[in-house]
C-alpha cells in the first residue's frame, strides 16, 4: 500500500485547504455546547409532512420516471416554476436561463470551474462567504477583497481596485458578491451600490456573480432589488438555493445566467455529477406548483426574526462596552467586532471551555485579516439558548478584555 498519497496530489489538491474553522468547529460537538456557530436552518421550520405526501404521490403515479437519471440542466418542470420565481423581479427569464445545481455550493464550483485558471483574479467583499472563498482558491484563484461597511460592498474601493488593476492590464474573472444579509455579516448592499456596481462591471467588463440565498428571509426595511432585476446587459450570474427557505437535505439549488452562457457551465456539471437527483426535483416542483413555498417562507421569516430580536436584545444587554455588532435585517447571521485588540481566534478555546461557540471571522476574509471579528448564527439555537449563550460568550469576552 502507498502509505503517503501526497505526491499523487495535483497541485489543485494540494491547495485544498482544510479550513481552521472546521479543525475549530470539531471542539464544539459536545452537547453541553449552544453553538452559534453553524449554518443550519432551524430543524423545526421544514415541511416534513407536505413533503412525505408529495413524495408518496410521486413514487406511486412516476415512480420510475422519478427514480431515473435526468438532464444535467434539470427537470423541466423545475426549471418553468423558477423561471417564473425568477421573473418576478426581471420579466424575460425562461427555463433556459435556469441550471439546476445540487447546492449552490456545487454553482460556485461550477462558475470557478469555467471562469477560473492559476493567478486569475475574483474580487469580493471583505468579509466574504467561506464556501466561496474555498471554491475559489480550489482553483487557485488570486482573491481581492473589498471592505464592506454597514451598506454592503464600497463601491469607492472597487472602483479604485478595478482601476487599479485595469492600469495594470489586469482583469478580474468576476466580481463575487453576497448582497442580502451577507453570510457572514448579515449586512446588505443598498440600490444604489448595487446600481453603481452594475456601471463598474459595466465600465471594466467584469461579470459578477450575485450569491443570495438569503434574499426572501427579510424581517424589517425594505427590500432592495436583485442585481439581476436592475442588469440591463446581461452581465450577472445569479446563485439561488433552497437550503434557506425550503430545507438543505434535497441539496437543490439554481445557477441563472445569460442563456448563451450557460453552455460551459452544463458541461463542468455533467462531469461532476451528471445531474442533480430526479426525485427531489420533483419534490421541489411540485412543492411551488401547490402554491407552499410563498407560506413556507414567511413561516421561516417569522421564526428567524424573532430569533434575531432576542440575539439583538441579549447582546444589549450581556456584552461590555467595546463590542459592536450588525443588525441584519434578515437571512441568519450577525457579526460582531471586538476591540481591535482583541483575537477571537485565541478567545475561541476559552468560549468553547464555557460552553458557547462562534465562528472565527478571519476564516471569512481572502486576506487573513479580520482577527477581532466572529460569526453568531441565530436560526439553530433555541430562544433559551441563545439568551444563555451571547451571557456566556459576554463574560468571556468581558474576562480576556
Ligand atoms: C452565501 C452562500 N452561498 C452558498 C451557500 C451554499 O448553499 P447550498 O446549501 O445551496 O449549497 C451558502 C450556505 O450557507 C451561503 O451562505
Redesign the pocket.
Known sequence: MIKDLSPFYSKNARNLQSSVIRELLKLTRKPEIISFAG?LPAPETFPVEAIEQISCRILRERGRFALQYGPTEGEMPLREELAKWMALSKPGITPANILI????????DIVAKVFIDPGDIVVMELPS?I??IQAFSAYRAKMIGVSQDSHGMRMDLLEKTLARLAKRHKKPKFIYV?PDF??PSGVTLTEARRRRLLELAYAYEVPIVE????RDLRFRGVAQPPIYGLDTQDQVIV?G????IFC?GL???WLMAPASWTDRMVVSKQSMDLASPTFNQMIAAEYMRQGLLRPQIEAIRKLYGKKRNIMLKALKEFMPKGVRWTKPEGG?FLWVKLPRTMNATTLFRSAVDENVAYVVGEAFYCNGKGQNTMRLNFSYPSEEQIVEGIRRLAAVIKKNM
Open positions: 449554518g445545481t445540487s447546492g449552490s455550493q456545487q454553482g460556485l462567504y464556501g466561496g453576497v451577507q453570510n450569491d443570495s440565498p438569503y446563485l438555493t433552497f437550503s434557506k438543505p441539496r437543490l439549488a441568519l
